[in-house]
């Protein structure tokens, strides 16, 4: 079974500053991670995924996580973070069979000029 | 290529009415998922099918809800007998066969 936890429900940073939003996991077989953002009132976009090969995956908007196997961790960073960024983030885990998509509770993002 | 497209974005209801929610998946995507989100929650798995089956339902009440993707046409989730709780976001995403799944905007349904 699969399952996230995200730490954190509200992030705030100041503009610029570095984010860093929390995502552990829980799979009982090598799993595929997601993280996604959604603005007030529209759907989820994919921001990044981590299916195999590099650890460290590059997704838009600036954007990265790294899986740390050992952690059950797959952090989303962003270096600069722009007024744009605050949103709802998601972490998502699926199995490797891409059956289900279990997601996190989220965690609200806002950025202060 | 279209994505993901869920109708109608806002739905009123009252309670002890139906509620229908439809989504097509993007152009060759078999596989449908449905969530949904309660304020300050955060997506709950529903319900996952692939064209004329349901693989998994386990997020799926007992009663009062159910869902189908037929061979033709979108997938459904079909509420009966709706409740103030069933106030809430309904999400529909798609995929290929493949661990990555496309969302629809959303239906927003206000049980009164």
């Known amino acids: 079974a699969q399952s996230v936890t995200q730490l954190g429900s509200h992030v705030s940073v100041s503009e610029g500053a570095l984010v860093l939003l929390r995502c552990n996991y829980s799979s009982s077989v090598p799993p595929y991670l997601f993280w996604y953002v959604q603005y007030p009132n529209q759907g989820l976009q994919l921001l990044l995924k981590?299916?195999?090969?590099?650890?460290l995956v590059k997704g838009i908007n600036g954007f990265e996580a790294e899986f740390k196997k050992s952690e059950t961790s797959f952090h989303l960073t962003k270096p600069s973070a722009h007024m744009s960024d605050a949103a709802e983030y998601f972490c998502a885990v699926s199995a490797n069979t891409g059956n289900q998509f279990y997601f996190g509770t989220g965690t609200s993002l806002t950025v202060i000029p | 290529n279209a994505g993901v497209m869920q109708n109608p974005r806002h739905l009123v209801r009252r309670r002890g009415q139906e509620a229908r929610l439809r989504c097509s998946p993007m152009k060759g995507h078999s596989h449908v998922y449905w969530y949904r989100q309660l304020p300050e929650e955060g997506l709950k798995f529903m319900v996952y099918?692939?064209?004329?089956?349901?693989?998994?339902e386990s997020g799926m009440p007992k009663e009062r809800f159910s869902a189908e993707f037929p061979k033709e046409g979108p997938s459904i989730l079909r509420i009966q007998q709706v409740v103030r709780g069933d106030s809430a976001a309904y999400f529909c995403?798609?995929?290929?066969?493949?661990?990555?799944?496309?969302f629809g905007q959303g239906t927003r349904l206000t049980v009164v």
């Open positions: 995403a798609s995929s290929p066969q493949g661990p990555e799944a496309f």
């Open positions: 099918l692939q064209k004329e089956n349901i693989i998994d």
């Open positions: 981590y299916t195999t090969g590099a650890t």
